[in-house]
């Protein structure tokens, strides 16, 4: 396995801002609190003010934990009435580090933040994951109720996630039955409760888990920046989603880039038969995705594993050299609303499907109710081109009502025609030209997934 991850990150290399790997051996640096001067206490009380972290004794050798160091600078940025952490040039070995209120994050060229590969420099607490909360170790970069947040690049967060990857693997060939959350493992940036968060230039690679989970946020853009994982191996690099929108609303992702081992961009809430009743899952709502390109991953966008309302994502000018057009998950055990989505114009490229709603079957509890009453309408696909290996599927659970789903002003070049569907009479073609045919809607007809 450590041989095919590395054969990965040497296929990958183009896309990656690279630093030297830090190795398992590493020394813990304290921090320290510079020496005040009149210059500096004048500084600190300025909104521009930055504090650099190695001014606070941060190393930039790739193996000393600097943990204490940064997380000195950043406290001195909010108790000095906030300001910018600079990570200047270098590569700085942390566990987890905590954001405060005021307080912004420069990552400038060169600059790499890298993840310890020692899971007990991630403290556990109470948090968010799989539309729950249980303990779980903290991300790289945590940041709570910090409104107005900046973090800019065009440097890296790295969470030099390999030996995370190669623990869940060794589980999961001992017990083919573990679960994502069955092995601890750390997310490279986790923002919650947060408005108006700002995301610019940073290149975010390798995480442990999932790269940029934001909760119960409003008005975040996520502009040109990078998400990386290795893909071309046996058993890509697990959990590394790209960016999760769980329980938040008007998001804007723009002008990014996606190679992950996982889903690129998921929207995320709730589970279970009583996720209706979830307070703490608002829908997520106001999603724009524009001018990005995906490519590898789940999907432009996917809509679950974890997902209640899902409703008004708008998705234009981007591209997909693999990755499914639209990923929509339908749990057996959750009442499920996904509407109005509207993905125009998309380039394909390669053998990805256009379309993938079906049955997700690989974590589900009833909870001794009965199945869950789902819906997927207001749905369109217009202005497509170029080539791809098929249609793909809409195939809903027993309790999955379709609406309108139309597929509009479609060019391109297809491997394969077939286009598995349950008998929806909402599903419409218009100027669909499939090998340089007009196309109709495809006869193909399958029988719903029946839930075990």
Known sequence: MKKKITLALL????????????????????????VATSKGEKESKNKTARFVITTYGAIADGKTLNSKAIQAAIDQCAQSGGGTVVIPKGEFLSGALFIKPGVNLEIREGGVLKGSTDINDYPKAITRIEGHFEPWPGALLNGDKVDHLHITGPGTLDGNGQPFWQEFYRHRKIDPKTTNLSVARPRLTFIQNSRNVEINGVTFKNSGFWNLHLYRCQQVLVNNCRFLAPYEMEGPAPSTDGIDVDSSQDITIDNSFFAVGDDDIALKGSKGPFAMDDKDSPAVERIHIRNCTFKAGGGIVTAGSEATI??????????????????????????????????NDITVEGSGMIFNISPWKQYFDLKGQQPPKSGVRFITITNVKGSCGSFGKIIGTPDTDFGDILLKNVDVKMADTKFETDDIKGLKFENVVVNGSLMSVPVTVVTPAQVP
């Open 310 to 343: 899902v409703r008004d994502v708008d998705i234009e000018h981007c591209t997909t050299t693999k990755p499914t057009v639209l990923r929509l998950k339908l749990r057996p055990d959750t009442p499920q609303q996904y509407e109005n989505f509207h993905l």
């Open 11 to 34: 296929l990958i290399s183009p896309f990656l801002i690279t630093g030297t790997s830090a190795g398992t051996n590493k020394k813990t640096n304290t921090g320290t609190s510079p």
